[in-house]
């Protein structure tokens, strides 16, 4: 199946700094790529879904200005966290669809890969 | 946001037992998901269910959708010690030429050798 990396898997910084996280498509082409987060033994909530070529779309209660998401190409979706604090500390998961239509014989394939995560903490 | 809910919060079960673990949630849907997560790991994709299905299967898992009561429930038969994870289901939809994948609040299951 398709892949999606993060990058880094973990990061631990100080707070008041910004912190980027990266997510790739390796093997195909994501229109759209969504951010998640998930605290300690809890669900992953959406932040945002960034479109390729134009502004994210922010969830309600998520601050644009804090967490700032860029997907300047079909591959790549980066978030910033900036000015981390501790409450930031948490479990970042990307994740892209990939939507094509098939062959010949017709139909389509609408599949969201999930990438493996970035636990990020802030002291 | 949240679509919806996951009961139980948390299931602890003998290896062999079955497992059942239900969803419900509140829009319209296109699609249906369910995923398990190992603890502090990614996300590995179970089954998806289209809106227009009432019920699948893959290999020990099955897969329900009631569309009419917003729920489904999904099945883990002959557990094992491996299937212990955290369960969510996840609904898609799409609103205002916008796609969405919302998670449900998860499952706990322990399955004790």
């Given at each position: 199946?398709a ?121 | ?33 369910w ?40 099945l ?15 609904t ?22």
């Amino acid at each position: 199946g398709a892949v999606v990396s993060q990058h880094p898997s973990w990061v631990i910084c100080k707070s008041g700094t910004s912190v980027k996280i990266e997510c790739r498509s390796l093997d195909f082409q994501a229109t759209t790529m969504f951010w998640y987060r998930q605290f300690p033994k809890q669900s992953l909530m959406l932040m945002a879904t960034s479109n390729e070529g134009s502004k994210a779309t922010y969830e309600q209660g998520v601050e644009k200005d804090k967490f700032l998401i860029n997907h300047a190409s079909l591959t790549l979706s980066t978030l910033t966290v900036t000015s981390a604090h501790p409450e930031d500390s948490s479990f970042y998961i990307c994740s892209a669809r990939e939507w094509r239509r098939g062959l010949a014989g017709g139909g389509f394939t609408d599949t969201q890969y999930f990438g493996p995560g970035t636990r990020l903490t802030v002291l | 946001s949240q679509q919806g809910e996951e009961d139980p919060q948390a299931l602890s079960i003998q290896e062999g037992e079955n497992a059942t673990m239900n969803c419900s949630y509140k829009t319209s849907i296109n699609n249906l998901q369910w995923y398990r997560q190992n603890s502090g790991r990614g996300l590995v994709h179970l089954i998806l269910i289209r809106s227009n299905e009432r019920e699948k299967h893959s290999g020990r898992l099955r897969v329900t959708l009631d569309t009419s009561k917003k729920s489904s429930s999904l099945l883990i038969t002959a557990s094992r010690a491996a299937d212990t994870a955290s369960y969510f289901c996840a609904t898609a939809r799409f609103k205002d030429s916008s796609y969405k994948l919302i998670f449900g609040s998860g499952t706990r299951l322990l399955v004790r050798p």
